[in-house]
DNA sequence: AAGGAATGATTGTTGAACAATATTGATGTT
DNA sequence: AACATCAATATTGTTCAACAATCATTCCTT
């Protein structure tokens, strides 16, 4: 049941449909989003589509040009860092803050288990799934619905940055047991000691993210 | 010049607009807007106006309910202790890890100076401003574009809460040497004791919302 | 080959139309 | 008078067609 959304808006169901068609990078980052093409392809009309643009391009995932149209949204050296930025601050914080008896805590554990099945099982989308489930369980921890929301806006333009990489594997594999080290750390709650590992994490993350975005923009 | 957003899509414009309106007070909480009644008011179409109410609708200030129209969204208990709950953890993140010469320092002490003159002059509304534009700028800290558009959102249906209290003055007057004595602890680089303070600042604000709220609310 | 006007395509915005749903009011029954 | 039923009405949800404004391209002139 991936919960259809059915009573919803035609605007809103359209911008989760385009949604994943961003994240799943079935859309190239710089392209052009034509008005008569997705209307024809989603058989709605041009104005149900221009809601659900203006609603992706709150979000960041889509640039909006005046009198040129909408255009993928395409990653740079400073949406990376001001992303990673963000998670520093919300997932450490949330650490940090953390109920050691926290329900979250669980979910956390059971994505560490999903995400060394996943590695074993050589599924590297799947690793990166579990991963992303883990770091949405973090920002739980903060019992905030505006934290969680705009947590999962900025997971959507971090998995547009993903879309670049070639090789996913490499990106979340090592991250599996560091999950396993933070959850561990939070359960015998040493839940300073979880923030300065994931922020060692993140850095590490970013990093790797910003080298890999190098090199796919300058040998253009 | 209030930078009238000349070259934005009407949609945009017309989302500013109302945002305006909505945190001036001047449209009530849980008041319903016809979509007829404020396409005559803007005289724009029906359609431009959908638009920017789904805008509204995605920041929090207003609610859309099927088939029967947005609503200005009414603060309650729980959006209260949520909006708090974020600015504890952006505010005071952004203060810890902040860097001792930052620009926004200066916005910071220059809020307070602001907020003084304006509560000796009696300009209740004014100190209020002074004070959004102080914590503004502590976020601005954080050098992060995407937590200050997020903290702008969530300052806007702060404000939206605001519209509820009978007597601003009692809520934001006693904030201001508050506001001072953080700014002092930051330019002697005592970060942690500026969080402290701020935390402490922010659940005192918190209650005050919360027990003006529960006073308003009850008497029905 | 450079500049510029004419052409064509796309976006920006509107107005009207109609289906689907919600609200209101009238009607009739108890 | 209170209540349910159902038609009449108003509002939202969505589409369509139109046109102005702007961008992109082509073709012509020099």
Redesign the interface.
Known sequence: MTEDGQ???L?DRLARRIRALLIAGELSPGQRLSEAAFSERFDVSR?SL??AF??LT?D?LLR?E?NRGVFVAVPTMASVI??Y??RR??E???LR?AWHQHAAIGAMRDAVAEGRERRDAGDWTGVGSANMTFHAAIIDL??????SE?YER?SAELRLCFGLLKDPAHLHAPFVDMNGEIVTLLEQNKREEAAAQLDAYLNLAERTMLKTLERASEPS
Do not use: W, Y
């Not at 903060?142 to 934290?147: K, L, N």
């Open positions: 009573g919803l808006p605007a104005n221009r809601e203006r609603l709150k960041g909006h005046a001001d992303i930025r963000v601050m919300l450490c914080a949330a803050q903060a019992d905030s619905t505006r934290i705009f900025i």
